[in-house]
């Protein structure tokens, strides 16, 4: 079945940085997109940044110049690169690969100091 396991998360302070893994497995890897997105306290879960199955990415506005999504085919991973974190970029982050209907459990990134 499938399986998206997040991973790297942590406490970091305010303009510190992070490298989230996602290990996925159970369908074809590198025939979907992969995202991530994330979800803050009291707030609806959001999309952060997207790969596309050529490479392209593509991130939300607040996101842009400060994080990098990459992904390895080879070995079913995908990773999201964070510098310059924010006390609002404090969320569980996700992975989820393109339509499917499967989320993993998430791993919590808190920014403060």
């Known amino acids: 079945q499938v399986q998206l396991v997040e991973s790297g998360g942590g406490l970091v302070q305010p303009g510190g940085s992070l490298r989230l893994s996602c290990a996925a497995s159970?369908?074809?890897?590198?025939?979907?997109?992969m995202s991530w997105y994330r979800q803050a306290p009291g707030k609806q879960r959001e999309l952060v940044a997207t790969i596309n199955r050529d490479g392209s990415t593509g991130y939300a506005d607040s996101k842009k110049g400060r994080f990098t999504i990459s992904r390895d085919n080879a070995k079913n991973m995908v990773y999201l690169q964070m510098n310059s974190l924010k006390p609002e970029d404090t969320a569980v982050y996700y992975c989820?690969?393109?339509?499917?209907?499967?989320w993993g459990q998430g791993t919590q990134v808190t920014v403060s100091s």
């Open positions: 159970g369908f074809t890897f590198e025939r979907y997109a």
């Open positions: 989820k690969g393109g339509p499917l209907p499967y």
